[in-house]
């Protein structure tokens, strides 16, 4: 019988329908607009996994309000995350202000809004952390607008909804960042596939899934795909693979089979949501409220009581509810955890779960809640919360990385991990947070490692600038320019109005 298999060459193969793919699709098309790019995705539309606004925490994380980037070593706080994600955001707001400007992207609200960013804490060890970390931050120009205090009636200013039924006489303390916003990633992400997949030398797959990756003797790509609709197989040859799958990259990875992905694992990590149904309430509170996190608690589990915009309406969130399964994805397979246990990364797996047990006993608690044990937990944020007025969601999956490490034998990241073959012809992301809200800064180190030498030429750094006015620069210790930046940036995603 004659091979009815499909061939494709491309230049570039994004695997995964997500903000990353979206991101450096859009990067890359305008550094080089002839460029040839094929994306594969395994489900039937974009941004349906980690970048749905079901799936994520929608925050805009800028580190304006989430506790565990400010972690605090012998008693003094460290805000050197806090800042380098903060730095990161603002190149993501200056690239997303430049799709606009280019009419790549039509309508700015539908994917971002103002909404304060705010953390909460009581009891005076909380409350004494919440004032060193103000102390920390505020005097840095990236968090100067940064608001502290702990009067009562300041704080039911800021947050009605949970200060309400409160005890005056109570330990309390707030921050508040009056520039924070609210990020619909999976609008963004489909917003910016919609325009990539119509400009010349872009073909998108849906129902199309990637079963083998080999790289062949001249250091290009093979990929075996799957049409999952009509079981049509397709070849696709090309120079670059990016896998950016979420929780379907680690697999993806050990197809791969490179030296680079050695040793690599993953817990998967699944969350839920209270999600509120009553309009009244949903009204009444206009903020992204972070609280501290459980011990044990991964970061992705920080509580936040959370005012969000999800297809066009206002929203009202509690959560998230950690939870375990082996599924890598939330259209997973529950064979996914023992399929990626293999002899390389079967010892940093066993002694990263070790390491951290209370991160199991959190999770084991956490699958055993029953319904007023969530409301519980939801009535520490809203004191006066009716469970008639709030259904379980169920949100996204993550997987959290699991690598070598001399030392330990396994570590646990919480972060994402970029790994890039030698050759430069690979990139896989893997990992959770902060992931959306840094995409952009992800990708440009990407293609500065990958495409190294075009990365270096004065026209690719032209564009770069045009894209990112601040390139190349960080805007923390330029207050000057990081005013007059965010101020063009707001205009242009119109967050004044």
């Known amino acids: 019988m004659p091979d009815s298999t499909i061939r494709s060459n491309s230049e570039v193969v994004l695997i995964g329908a997500g903000i990353m793919s979206a991101t450096l699709g859009m990067i890359l098309k305008e550094l080089q607009p002839d460029i040839k790019i094929e994306i594969y995705e395994r489900l039937d539309v974009a941004a349906a996994e980690s970048s749905d606004a079901w799936n994520n925490a929608g925050t805009g994380h800028s580190a304006f309000c989430e506790l565990?980037?400010?972690?605090?070593?012998?008693?003094?706080?460290?805000?050197?995350?806090?800042?380098?994600?903060?730095?990161?955001?603002?190149?993501?707001?200056?690239?997303?202000?430049?799709?606009?400007?280019?009419?790549?992207?039509?309508?700015?609200?539908?994917?971002?809004?103002?909404?304060?960013h705010m953390s909460f804490v009581w009891g005076d060890k909380n409350v004494?952390?919440?004032?060193?970390?103000?102390?920390?931050?505020?005097?840095?120009?990236?968090?100067?607008d940064m608001e502290f205090t702990t009067d009562f009636s300041k704080l039911k200013e800021w947050m009605?909804?949970?200060?309400?039924?409160?005890?005056?006489?109570?330990?309390?303390?707030?921050?508040?960042?009056?520039?924070?916003?609210?990020?619909?990633?999976?609008?963004?992400?489909?917003?910016?596939?919609?325009?990539?997949?119509?400009?010349?030398?872009?073909?998108?797959?849906?129902?199309?899934?990637?079963?083998?990756?080999?790289?062949?003797?001249?250091?290009?790509?093979?990929?075996?795909?799957?049409?999952?609709?009509?079981?049509?197989?397709?070849?696709?040859?090309?120079?670059?693979?990016?896998?950016?799958?979420?929780?379907?990259?680690?697999?993806?990875?050990?197809?791969?089979?490179?030296?680079?992905?050695?040793?690599?694992?993953?817990?998967?990590?699944?969350?839920?949501?209270?999600?509120?149904?009553?309009?009244?309430?949903?009204?009444?509170?206009?903020?992204?409220?972070?609280?501290?996190?459980?011990v044990g608690a991964p970061p992705m589990s920080v509580p936040h009581i959370d005012s969000r915009m999800i297809n066009g309406e206002k929203a009202l969130l509690f959560g998230p509810f950690a939870g375990f399964s082996t599924r890598f994805l939330k259209n997973g397979k529950y064979s996914d955890l023992p399929l990626s246990i293999k002899t390389n990364n079967v010892i940093p797996m066993i002694a990263a779960g070790y390491k951290n047990l209370p991160l199991t006993k959190y999770l084991i608690e956490q699958v055993r809640q029953s319904p007023a044990d969530r409301i519980k937990a939801l009535k520490e944020y809203v004191p006066k919360a009716a469970a008639k007025d709030w259904v379980l969601e169920r949100a996204g999956q993550r997987v959290q990385v699991i690598k070598r490490d001399e030392k330990e034998g396994g570590v646990l990241e919480f972060g994402t991990e970029m790994i890039t073959t030698a050759d430069g012809t690979l990139a896989v992301l893997l990992g959770a947070s902060p992931g959306a809200s840094t995409a952009v800064s992800i990708m440009l180190e990407?293609?500065?490692?990958?495409?190294?030498?075009?990365?270096?030429?004065?026209?690719?750094r032209e564009k770069f600038k045009t894209m990112i006015p601040s390139f190349g620069q960080t805007l923390n210790d330029k207050p000057e320019l990081l005013a007059e930046i965010r101020k063009n940036t707001s205009d242009v995603l119109k967050l004044n109005e």
């Open 68 to 116: 565990n980037y400010t972690p605090e070593k012998n008693g003094k706080i460290d805000p050197k995350k806090a800042i380098s994600i903060a730095e990161s955001f603002e190149v993501s707001r200056q690239f997303w202000a430049y799709l606009v400007q280019q009419n790549y992207i039509e309508s700015p609200e539908s994917f971002i809004k103002s909404v304060p």
């Open 128 to 144: 004494l952390y919440l004032k060193k970390r103000f102390e920390a931050l505020q005097p840095n120009a990236l968090f100067k």
């Open 160 to 294: 009605p909804l949970v200060m309400e039924s409160r005890k005056e006489t109570g330990k309390y303390a707030g921050t508040t960042m009056k520039i924070g916003t609210d990020v619909n990633f999976g609008e963004l992400t489909r917003s910016m596939f919609n325009h990539l997949s119509k400009m010349d030398g872009v073909s998108m797959f849906f129902n199309h899934e990637v079963k083998k990756l080999r790289q062949r003797e001249d250091g290009s790509w093979r990929i075996k795909i799957k049409d999952l609709e009509s079981g049509q197989k397709r070849k696709s040859y090309t120079k670059f693979v990016f896998i950016g799958a979420g929780g379907g990259s680690l697999p993806l990875l050990e197809k791969a089979n490179v030296p680079e992905g050695n040793g690599y694992g993953g817990f998967p990590v699944s969350g839920q949501w209270l999600k509120c149904t009553n309009p009244e309430v949903i009204a009444r509170h206009e903020a992204k409220v972070y609280g501290k996190a459980s």
């Open 446 to 460: 990407l293609v500065d490692k990958c495409f190294k030498e075009k990365s270096q030429t004065t026209e690719w």
